[in-house]
């Protein structure tokens, strides 16, 4: 951890900016603005209270308080009261983890001692995230608040990282889909349906109040950041050079550096609200290795602000630091397989890279060369579109009991039973994409295998079949 704190200092280099540390209050000079409503992260009431206002403010929550929400397979749901028991009297997941985004995006912007205090209250302290960075990621938002992009003031800008919070997981809710199918809005990658309800929304934003009622200035900022990059693929190296591949086509790394910087904030508050339905008060994803991981991935966007570097260049930035982490050679094949998958397991240290190439030498020649040409993409043969959930299926098995005593054990078997389950779902994915039996616009979709790794990880040396969503289905499923 004490290395990992000097790399983190090395990333944070030059990134402060001399605005002062307390709580943060935003400025409006917009005589308009006093009709608007006052963002709920302004606002000093607490809990349940302050639930219930996020809620009226932002009615489409409550599309996630639905049992047929898409929820991810990925953590346990607390028995300790999350809000939405509270308030429904039953868990949904989703909504629990997209109340803590804001609350997360509260903290930060407020910036003090005490807000920092509750964000890592539940942190490990080995792995608890610094002041240091905390304040890093509080000068980052009230920079972007002062931005004045495109003429924009703090309070359209506040409104405008409520707004894109609260709507980003729409594509998991239901009632959503059906309100949006008729518009036109079918894709089955919740961040794709993201994508289309933005554009519809350009034509018919009275089917989202949170959206109509946005300046226009605000309406475009979403609409330009929507689906913009899938930062959480690139964070755990879900995929390949192509990731990068929106970010270079549209030039906005160069061209719109805040847009960038705003949409990468957002997405910040986002995971560190992931497991919401847990912990309702303090951060549990947002440690000291997620925001090195994250300003890492940052900076390999930033890459592409020349227009001389291509995905590659970022996508072989980003796999450097990681496997530089675990003490891993990225020029080394089966190093770079490693790399990803120790960046989906979200593993640090030269120790868990020590574990990870102990355990995949207990794998057969042959398996090895599968899960090489399937993990370590070479430039033009990655799939079309970046699968989704592949390190669930990870870190459900790292973290299932049944797999070993020890975290040594679970990690080992992650290797054992997880990359060569990957690796036959990727080959049989693209034997189907050349015999023209899937669609390459829809990308796979590991979310049900990675609760089969959550009850029955064994089922994963079974069969499986891709439905016509891309959704990797087991036998057990």
């Known amino acids: 951890m004490h290395k990992t704190k000097k790399i983190g200092l090395f990333l944070l280099a030059g990134a402060l900016l001399a605005v002062p540390l307390g709580v943060y209050t935003y400025a409006s000079t917009d005589p308009s ?103 890093n990621l509080h000068l980052q938002g009230v ?53 289309e309800v933005m554009q519809i929304l350009q034509k018919h934003p009275k089917l989202c109040p949170t959206f109509d009622r946005l300046t226009p200035s605000t309406k475009k900022l979403l609409s330009q950041t929507a689906n913009l990059a899938h930062y959480g693929h690139m964070t755990h190296i879900e995929g390949g050079p192509g990731m990068f591949s929106k970010l270079r086509e549209g030039g906005v790394a160069g061209s719109s550096p805040v847009a960038l910087s705003f949409d990468f904030f957002v997405h910040t508050c986002d995971v560190a609200g992931a497991l919401g339905h847990v912990n309702n008060r303090s951060s549990l994803v947002y440690t000291e290795p997620s925001h090195l991981a994250m300003q890492g991935v940052a900076n390999a966007c930033k890459v592409l602000a020349d227009s001389q570097k291509t995905e590659m260049d970022a996508y072989n930035a980003y796999l450097a630091i990681r496997a530089n ?41 042959e398996t090895r060369a599968k899960i090489i040409a399937q993990l370590d993409i070479q430039e033009g043969e990655e799939l079309r579109r970046t699968p989704t959930y592949m390190p669930a299926v990870l870190v459900n098995l790292a973290n299932n009991p049944q797999l070993g005593a020890s975290r040594e054990e679970r990690i080992s078997q992650a290797v054992v039973l997880g990359l060569p389950f990957l690796s036959r779902v990727l080959e049989a994915h693209k034997q189907a994409l050349a015999e023209n039996r899937a669609n390459s616009d829809i990308p796979l979709n590991f979310n049900k295998a990675a609760g089969v790794a959550k009850q029955s990880p064994t089922a994963l040396l079974k069969g499986f079949n891709i439905d016509s969503e891309g959704n990797v289905c087991c036998s057990s499923d």
Not at 70 to 89: D, I, W
Not at 153 to 171: F, K, N, Y
Not at 347 to 360: M, N, P, R, S, Y
Request: hydrophobic share 35%; with cysteine; glycine share 6%.
């Open 325 to 365: 982490w675990l003490g891993l050679n990225v020029q080394d094949r089966t190093d770079r397989a490693l790399t990803r998958m120790g960046a989906m397991l979200r593993l640090f240290t030269h120790e868990d890279g020590l574990i990870l190439k102990q355990a995949v030498l207990k794998l057969e020649p």
């Open 33 to 135: 603005s006093l009709k608007q409503l006052q963002p709920v992260t302004s606002s000093a009431v607490q809990g349940t209270e302050w639930v219930r206002k996020c809620v009226d403010q932002y009615p489409e929550i409550l599309w996630l308080a639905d049992a047929k929400v898409r929820k991810t397979e990925e953590g346990v749901a607390t028995l300790q009261g999350p809000y939405s028991e509270q308030l429904f009297g039953q868990k949904y997941i989703e909504f629990d983890r997209t109340i803590m985004t804001l609350r997360s995006l509260q903290l930060i912007l407020d910036g003090s001692d005490k807000a920092y205090q509750e964000f890592t209250e539940a942190q490990p302290k080995d792995t608890k995230l610094s002041r240091a960075s905390f304040e």
């Open 143 to 195: 920079s972007i608040l002062k931005s004045k992009y495109q003429g924009m003031s703090e309070l359209e800008m506040i409104q405008a990282m409520e707004a894109s919070l609260v709507l980003g997981d729409i594509g998991k809710s239901e009632k959503a889909r059906d309100i949006f199918r008729p518009y036109g809005a079918n894709a089955p990658d919740h961040d794709d349906f993201h994508g």
